[in-house]
DNA sequence: GCCCAGGTGTTTC
DNA sequence: GAAACACATGGG
């Protein structure tokens, strides 16, 4: 890992790991909703909520404005905050709804479309950009809690690199490549997921050495 | 029973 | 800015 260290991060985790085909999730609007309701919770528990809301017919940005908040926040109970989440989730609809629906926010320059997401309430940098990334294609990097833990324990970041500084050290290294930027980050939460928790069990497997033998 | 999970807003210094 | 806290379910 001397010269382009991050296109050989990528290179072993895409060949330990395969392609992972994120988003987990069919219409750009799921993606959207799944963006907020993963916020802090297991991916596990996600899938629930959204469950229930396919299953009550829900998942549309007209039938997500016209429910009630209290009944939203009953569908989405097993992804955790539900009250929060129901809020937040009536504020993305609403400003869905305000620009023209999804469809209307496509011709968005990216940096506008991404301050626009950061004014709705409930969504901060790393939903903002899953958002542009995941729903509208656009190249922009994920930053996550598992990108500052791994690459932090691999030395090539500080311990508290702020959401911007470790946005740009993968955006100012890597080609502005949707797909690229697509699988990169899913790679890392699958690593993160299997192999670097935050209480880390030695396990011996990781496919990068450099993490395994952290400390 | 305890820690953790694909964060964000508010309050406070 | 940065730290401390609230928000809550389900799995290990």
Known sequence: MTR??????????????????WWPGETQLEVIVGAVLTQNTAWQNVERAIVNLKTAGVLTVQALHEIQQGRLAELIRPS??????????????EFLSNNGGIEGLETAPTVELRRMLLDVNGVGEETADSILLYA??????????????????????????????????????????????NEYHALIV???????????????????KELCEFQ
């Open 4 to 21: 382009n260290n991050l296109e050989q991060v990528y290179k072993r985790l895409f060949e330990a790991f395969g392609a992972q085909r």
């Open 80 to 93: 955790g905050y539900f009250n929060v989440k129901a809020k937040r989730l009536k504020a993305v609809v």
């Open 136 to 181: 509208f294609g656009r190249p922009v990097f994920v930053v996550d809690a598992y990108t500052k833990r791994v690459f932090s324990r691999l030395g090539l970041l500080g311990e508290n690199t702020s959401y911007s500084g470790v946005q740009a050290f993968f955006e100012t290294r890597l080609p502005a490549n949707p797909t690229l930027y």
């Open 190 to 208: 699958r690593l993160g997921k299997d192999f670097c928790k935050k209480t880390r069990p030695q396990c011996g497997k990781c496919p990068i």
